[in-house]
């Protein structure tokens, strides 16, 4: 990516909020295509994320950028249904700055330029809202220019040899003329048949 790409990230922070929005209080406990995660996790990985690109966007760097995911567990927090929408949009607001896209910056305890920063995060956008829209029954059409770049995002690490493939697990092959987001879930290490496991 350059500073030439610099796009939105207004239209999947708002998909991802009302992803949100459409989750009852009697899934937060349901299991999510993240094996570690159950809704509540995702929910509260998404709160956190906002938070944390959203300052390494305003290049505010501290324990919100500092911190590795997977540290810990993440959990949900009281007031989630106000402070989600409103985090993600602090954080589609804080990419729309030029500076944003340049210089360097930090994110999951991690120095990086600041347009490696927003692919990570439009791509955390777009499959963590996979992933949700998948464990709630929820329809999801993510937006093209969002799920475009994270598409790129991903085959770029994959094809990385250094870093050993996928960022997020194992790549699931995906046949070459599947839909762009099944293609980019397969490259996440995500099945794009996924469904939530039946009941007993």
């Known amino acids: ?9 207004g239209p999947q922070a708002r998909i991802v909020a009302r992803l949100a929005a459409g989750v009852p209080d009697a899934r937060l406990d349901d299991p999510t295509p993240c094996p570690e995660y159950a809704v509540s996790h995702l929910l509260g990985h998404l709160a956190g994320l906002a938070v944390a690109f959203r300052d ?6 501290g324990p919100t950028t500092d911190t ?5 567990t993440p959990s949900l927090p009281v007031g989630w249904r106000e402070e989600l929408p409103r985090v993600l949009g602090e954080l589609a607001e804080a990419w729309r700055d030029p500076a944003a896209w340049t210089g360097m910056t930090r994110a999951g305890g991690v120095d990086l330029p600041g347009e490696i ?3 990570v995060a ?6 963590h809202g996979w992933d ?10 993510p937006d093209q220019a969002a799920l475009h770049a994270s598409h790129a995002f991903l085959l770029a690490a994959a ?3 250094s870093r050993g493939g996928g960022i997020f697990g194992a790549i699931v092959p995906v046949p070459d003329d599947s839909p762009l987001l099944d293609r980019a879930a397969g490259l996440s290490g995500r099945d ?6 039946t009941s007993p």
């Open 1 to 9: 990516m350059t500073h030439a790409t610099m796009f939105d990230l």
């Open 56 to 61: 390494a966007a305003r290049k505010d760097l």
């Open 68 to 72: 590795a995911p997977g540290t810990a």
């Open 117 to 119: 920063a927003a692919a």
């Open 122 to 127: 439009v791509d955390e956008l777009v499959i």
């Open 132 to 141: 949700l829209a998948r464990a709630t029954g929820q329809e999801y059409t």
């Open 159 to 161: 094809e990385d040899e």
């Open 192 to 197: 794009p048949g996924w469904t939530p496991p």
